[in-house]
């Protein structure tokens, strides 16, 4: 039911730019958490970025903070994660997830805080 058809990915050099899109389908997206993760091979997947449901709260793993912004844009059903200053350490397949109901009162870190998930886009950052 639904989808998260994420975009924007693809090959950049060290210090570039990337801007990674999500659209959703399926559901509206405007009354939930959405956030993106990442796995980097041979690693586990970790967080990277979420924003509220309002849009009024962001939060961010420490190895981007300070380089990328998530935002969204509920019109048009998509959230979007904006990375500057790319480092090699940044490749890895970047998965979109919707957050679970606005009941949810854990930490949006931790991969049970989503319900669904993109099937990823590859971000691959040359040195």
């Known amino acids: 039911q639904v989808q998260l058809v994420e975009s924007g990915g693809g090959l950049a050099q060290a210090g570039g730019s990337l801007r990674l899109s999500c659209a959703a389908s399926?559901?509206?997206?405007?009354?939930?958490?959405m956030g993106w993760f990442r796995q980097a091979p041979g690693k586990e997947r970790e967080f990277v970025a979420a924003?509220?449901?309002?849009?009024?709260?962001?939060w961010y793993t420490d190895s981007v903070k300070g380089r990328s912004t998530i935002s969204r844009d509920n019109a048009k059903n998509t959230v979007y994660l904006q990375m500057n200053s790319l480092k090699p350490e940044d490749t890895a397949v970047y998965y979109c997830?919707?957050?679970?109901?606005?009941?949810?009162?854990?930490?949006?870190?931790?991969?049970?805080?989503?319900?669904?998930w993109g099937q990823g886009t590859q971000v691959t950052v040359s040195s």
């Open positions: 399926g559901r509206r997206i405007s009354s939930y958490a």
């Open positions: 997830v919707v957050g679970r109901d606005t009941s949810y009162s854990g930490s949006y870190y931790r991969e049970g805080a989503y319900e669904y």
């Open positions: 924003i509220s449901w309002s849009g009024g709260r962001t």
